[in-house]
């Protein structure tokens, strides 16, 4: 089967550093992606992973380890505007893509 | 250059009623999906069309739901009747091409309240 996990809910203080982490089991992998939805709005693109790593974008990074099954992103500088639900999704063997529940993020003064 | 277009934005509905969505995709984007979304969760593929072919529409109610892709640009969305539990976000979705590391970039989506 297909699962995909993330934590619920994670809060943060503005100007720190929060990591959410995903895990995931899928048939076949053709690459994971982060995406960001603020409350009332569709979600955005934030990164792509395929191969093993670190990718850097700004204050946001995406890691993955595929032989773990195992991603986080990294935000760094923390702003009240990062406040929003973070979704972690896998693209399988088949194209299609399965999103994980999503991360609530509150960032706080 | 325009993102993905969806209508309307909100809707409230009697159960048993009809309702219908309307999508237009990015431009140049062959590959269009329509996503549920309840409050508190990830996205939920309902269908996704190549072009004018749904490749993938095995997780839509077909006893309900609908979906066309007429020309394989704009799609619509019916459900037929709506029950109380369809109350969710309807979120279209588009993307070059299907498949590994093309981004799917969504709509706003049509948010959907049944009494």
């Known amino acids: 089967g297909q699962n995909i996990d993330q934590p619920t809910e994670m809060t943060a203080t503005e100007g720190a550093i929060v990591q959410i982490n995903c895990t995931y089991q899928t048939s076949g992998f053709n690459g994971l992606f982060w995406y960001q939805q603020h409350a009332g709005e569709a979600p955005t693109f934030l990164s792509y992973n395929v191969l093993d790593g670190l990718e850097e974008k700004g204050r946001f990074s995406s890691f993955l380890s595929r032989s773990k099954g195992y991603s986080y992103l990294l935000l760094k500088e923390l702003q009240m505007k990062d406040s929003a639900s973070y979704l972690c999704a896998v693209s399988g063997n088949t194209g299609k893509l399965i999103f994980g529940q999503g991360t609530t993020l509150q960032v706080k003064p | 250059e325009a993102g993905v277009v969806q209508s309307p934005r909100y809707k409230i509905i009697e159960k048993k009623q009809p309702v219908a969505f309307w999508c237009n995709p990015i431009?140049?984007?062959?590959?269009l999906y329509w996503y549920l979304q309840n409050l508190g969760q990830g996205p939920e593929l309902l269908i996704r069309?190549?072009?004018?072919?749904?490749?993938?529409d095995s997780q839509l109610p077909k006893d309900r739901f609908s979906a066309e892709r007429l020309k394989g640009v704009d799609s619509t969305l019916k459900i037929q009747p709506a029950e109380l539990g369809d109350s969710a976000v309807y979120l279209c979705?588009?993307?070059?091409?299907?498949?590994?590391?093309?981004?799917?970039?969504f709509g706003e989506g049509s948010w959907l309240t049944v009494v």
């Open positions: 979705a588009s993307s070059l091409n299907e498949g590994s590391g093309n981004t799917i970039y």
């Open positions: 069309y190549e072009n004018e072919e749904a490749v993938d």
């Open positions: 431009s140049g984007h062959n590959t």
